[in-house]
């Protein structure tokens, strides 16, 4: 309805009236109707306009209208998938040892990491010594400490000093003399595959003093004198009485089957896996995934294949025999 106006004066007339609305020229203010100018309020007004607001969204859009949602869902499952996918280790990682490490290791009396059942050569051929270079059977059965020394490698708290030592009586042309052996072992502990990866233990080299570890090349008697010979198999292992890594020099020249003459992965091997117990990584472990690489702590000098090795352990149980791992070298190949 139209306010009523005094045609001469202009002054409104008495009756209903209606408030103005602004005009085109007045300063921008708020709407006159915040709900909307096109009748009246309620809740069927409010339906028809949802409905007249997704109607002019799908005109605009047409079929991208309903991808979008579906897009958007789909989105979502992809990124939970893709946390959960995180979550799991990928299929060439390897654990680097059992989940217990005994931090008190060097207490112990007794040779870790040598098989102690009484088996023949004959019945693991997979640990058989390949053919190949000459090694000492018999040594001095004393040890020289290779001089040098070294920074502190890693970041872990736990820093354990090593030194190098070569036992008196091997010959240097069978391995390559002192500085190739301990640059390899300093190069092997530095990398950030070996046990440093996990930041939570360190090495720093001495050649002096009583070290936590003594990485030492050993001749085969010596060997089989400090891990046993219970198995008819050339072996090394960690000797807690001397703190010794003892590293039969027999394998150090010739490898392990696996390796398939790959001497510098397996000699990688042997210096990780015997400084694994060392540090107190007692237990060994079998393969855990078909084709993935072996974890370190699995005694590949005799075989990558459960089948193989099971009989080197009582432990071991419920382990499926199945199972074959390719070679690795070290605790966490994935660094």
Not at 14 to 23: A, E, K, L, N, S
Not at 129 to 157: H, M, N
Not at 254 to 259: C, E, N, W, Y
């Amino acid at each position: 309805m139209c306010e009523k106006v005094d045609r001469v004066t202009g002054t409104p007339q008495p009756g209903t009236q209606r408030p103005r609305r602004p005009r085109p020229d007045q300063p921008l203010r708020a709407r006159w109707d915040p709900v909307g100018d096109d009748g009246p309020s309620g809740p069927e007004n409010a339906d028809r306009r949802e409905r007249s607001a997704v109607s002019r969204f799908i005109g605009a859009y047409g079929w991208r209208a309903y991808a979008i949602p579906v897009l958007a869902i789909l989105t979502v499952v992809l990124l939970v998938m893709t946390v959960r996918n995180g979550d799991a280790a990928p299929a060439e990682s390897t654990t680097a040892g059992d989940d217990v490490r005994n931090t008190h290791v060097q207490d112990e009396t007794t040779p870790i990491g040598a098989p102690t059942g009484p088996i023949q050569e004959a019945a693991l051929p997979g640990g058989a010594l390949p053919d190949g270079g000459a090694f000492t059977k018999t040594g001095e059965r004393v040890y020289r400490t290779v001089r040098g020394t070294g920074p502190k490698i890693g970041t872990g708290s736990q820093v354990y000093t090593y030194s190098v030592e070569v036992e008196r009586g091997i010959s240097s042309q069978e391995y390559g003399g002192d500085a190739a052996f301990a640059k390899l072992v300093d190069a092997t502990l530095a990398n950030p595959k070996s046990w440093i990866g996990d930041g939570k233990v360190s090495f720093r080299r001495v050649d002096s003093g009583e070290p936590d570890l003594r990485i030492s090349l050993t001749s085969t008697d010596t060997a089989r004198e400090l891990c046993g010979y219970q198995i008819k198999l050339e072996t090394s292992c960690y000797y807690p009485p001397d703190a010794r890594v003892v590293l039969n020099e027999a394998r150090w020249v010739r490898g392990a089957m696996a390796f398939e003459g790959d001497d510098l992965t397996y000699r990688q091997y042997l210096i990780n896996h015997e400084t694994g117990h060392g540090i107190g990584y007692e237990k060994h472990q079998p393969c855990k995934q078909n084709g993935a690489l072996a974890p370190i702590m699995m005694q590949q000098t005799f075989g990558t294949a459960n089948s193989q090795i099971m009989a080197l352990d009582p432990e071991m149980k419920d382990v499926d025999r199945s199972l074959v791992c390719k070679p690795n070298a070290w605790p966490y190949p994935t660094k």
